[in-house]
């Protein structure tokens, strides 16, 4: 659906009360893609302390609209959400933000989206929610249930910039990851660390082929690169090159008289 129709959907803070809360909910806009921003009746508005908390918001601070009424704040609106903690006894059409998302990406196609949120002490009253289309509740722990205003609009928007086709780029990788290793390449790591287990004696009574299976599913699982395969597998030959290392050490010793036993004579 792309991200360009996420410059139609507008926050709406409803006589939000502490100014940090505006600033945290600026914050979660400027993450999420968005930068339209109206306010009704907040407390205080100062977008020079908003901009010292949110840094670089002034994109967002700078253009926000103050109403005296929520009416007003939304009239442009062909589509508001609004937010609510609980399910009310009134009859709402009351949605999930996840199945919702990508129908206020529909409605931004066409006009302004208004997501509402309410004020941090009592959250929207009745006739707020009578302007909305539908109420999203965010799924949270029933015993504890209420959410800091910026946290609620981190999670809403955070539905909607995904279901605008906003993945972020692909994940990082390390600065030594490399290409997947072949399987010529595994079988190479195989064969080493069985052969390292073996100078070790870690089989002992333990069935080699089941514990070779398993490491290989385990190391399958994993699916390493080149760079992780070959870890694994110097692993398996340093095992043996410490043995041989120690066991000429002690030959070294036991030729110069100098064994343990002829070294611990007094």
């Excluded at 009253?125 to 539908?134: I, R």
Aim: include cysteine.
């Amino acid at each position: 659906m792309g991200t360009s129709h996420l410059q139609n959907v507008i926050v709406v803070l409803n006589e939000p009360q502490n100014l940090v809360n505006i600033a945290g909910a600026v914050r979660a806009m400027m993450n999420m893609g968005l930068r339209r921003l109206r306010l009704v009746r907040p407390a205080e508005f100062d977008a020079w302390r908003i901009g010292g908390i949110a840094h670089r918001s002034e994109e967002v601070v700078n253009r926000a609209e103050v109403f005296e009424t929520l009416s007003e704040a939304v009239a442009d609106a062909t589509f508001v959400l609004g937010t609510t903690a609980r399910a009310r006894t009134a009859h709402r059409n009351y949605v999930r933000p996840r199945e919702v998302a990508g129908k206020v990406l529909q409605h931004a196609r066409d006009g302004t989206v208004a997501l509402l949120f309410g004020r941090e002490d009592r959250g929207l009253d009745n006739d707020a929610l009578d302007l909305c289309h539908a109420s999203a509740i965010i799924p949270t722990d029933p015993v504890y249930s209420s959410l800091n205003l910026a946290q609620a609009v981190l999670l809403l928007t955070y539905e909607v910039f995904l279901a605008s086709g906003g993945e972020g780029g692909p994940l990082p990788r390390g600065k030594r990851s490399t290409r997947p290793a072949t399987m010529e390449e595994l079988e190479n790591t195989y064969a080493a660390l069985e052969e390292g287990l073996h100078r070790i004696e870690f089989y002992k009574a333990r069935e080699p082929a089941a514990i070779l299976r398993t490491l290989r599913t385990v190391i399958s699982r994993a699916e390493p690169d080149l760079q992780e395969a070959g870890l694994l597998r110097a692993i398996g030959f340093e095992i043996g090159k410490y043995l041989d290392r120690a066991d000429e050490e002690w030959r070294s010793g036991e030729r110069g008289g100098q064994g343990w036993e002829s070294g611990n004579q007094e």
